[in-house]
């Protein structure tokens, strides 16, 4: 569905444009690739992605949402019913994500604030997912759903940003099919069952942070 022709020539060259200058940005990161390059890779001239963009910052941005979208906007057959088919469809389908999984990598990480504002879609994507799920009853009830949703993100975005580390931890690369179906049952376990077999730590930790909120009720009423 990504790489579908549009009948408008226009609109397919933006599309060539933006998935050029994804492929581009994964590659050598925002400062390291020129309008020139980008042209280049997408057969255009460096006028029509002004024509289309603008200028290289209205590029990224619109590579952005539209990574953004890939990761968030295509989930929600496996949110209505997460069938053992649409399951396998989902784990095969890893490599379709590769260059959008090195263009988080390395956009994510260049202290930027249009890295912020990636990072901000990526968790407002991950709200939404668990908000969907909740009104589909697919969700036990959480203490902090902003604070669940950005724990969830941590967790989506953990391989991708820590990948050589991971793979090194592995032996093998997470985000590639093998290293997928080796993490997707233990993720699975996690997310569904935790990893205690006792609410000891859970209740233990709710006494204490009661505890500590009565003895602030106590001092500011002093």
């Given at each position: 569905?990504?790489?579908?022709?549009?009948?408008?020539?226009?609109?397919?060259?933006?599309?060539?444009?933006?998935?050029?200058?994804?492929?581009?940005?994964?590659?050598?990161?925002?400062?390291?690739?020129?309008?020139?390059?980008?042209?280049?890779?997408?057969?255009?001239?460096?006028?029509?992605?002004?024509?289309?963009?603008?200028?290289?910052?209205?590029?990224?941005?619109?590579?952005?949402?539209?990574?953004?979208?890939?990761?968030?906007?295509?989930?929600?057959?496996?949110?209505?019913?997460?069938?053992?088919?649409?399951?396998?469809?989902?784990?095969?389908?890893?490599?379709?994500?590769?260059?959008?999984?090195?263009?988080?990598?390395?956009?994510l990480v260049d202290g930027s604030p249009a890295a912020d504002r990636l990072f901000d879609g990526i968790?407002?994507?991950?709200?939404?997912?668990?908000?969907?799920?909740?009104?589909?009853?697919?969700?036990?009830?959480?203490?902090?759903?902003?604070?669940?949703?950005?724990?969830?993100?941590?967790?989506?975005?953990?391989?991708?940003?820590?990948?050589?580390?991971?793979?090194?931890?592995?032996?093998?690369?997470?985000?590639?099919?093998?290293?997928?179906?080796?993490?997707?049952?233990?993720?699975?376990?996690?997310?569904?069952?935790?990893?205690?077999?006792?609410?000891?730590?859970?209740?233990g930790a709710r006494a204490a942070m009661a505890a500590d909120a009565a003895t602030a009720d106590t001092?500011?009423?002093?």
């Open positions: 569905m990504l790489y579908m022709r549009s009948a408008s020539d226009d609109l397919t060259a933006r599309a060539r444009i933006r998935d050029a200058a994804v492929a581009a940005f994964a590659s050598g990161g925002f400062d390291g690739v020129s309008m020139r390059t980008i042209a280049s890779d997408a057969g255009v001239s460096p006028a029509l992605i002004v024509h289309h963009f603008g200028d290289k910052a209205a590029l990224r941005t619109a590579c952005d949402e539209h990574v953004v979208s890939v990761f968030t906007d295509e989930n929600h057959e496996l949110i209505d019913a997460p069938t053992t088919d649409r399951i396998r469809a989902a784990l095969n389908d890893i490599e379709r994500y590769g260059p959008y999984i090195d263009y988080l990598g390395r956009m968790l407002a994507g991950t709200r939404a997912t668990l908000d969907e799920q909740r009104d589909a009853g697919l969700l036990v009830p959480m203490s902090d759903p902003d604070m669940t949703a950005l724990l969830m993100a941590l967790m989506g975005l953990g391989p991708v940003v820590m990948r050589a580390q991971i793979a090194r931890a592995l032996g093998q690369d997470q985000l590639s099919p093998a290293g997928l179906l080796r993490a997707t049952l233990p993720t699975m376990e996690l997310l569904t069952h935790g990893i205690y077999a006792t609410d000891a730590f859970l209740e001092e500011e009423e002093r």
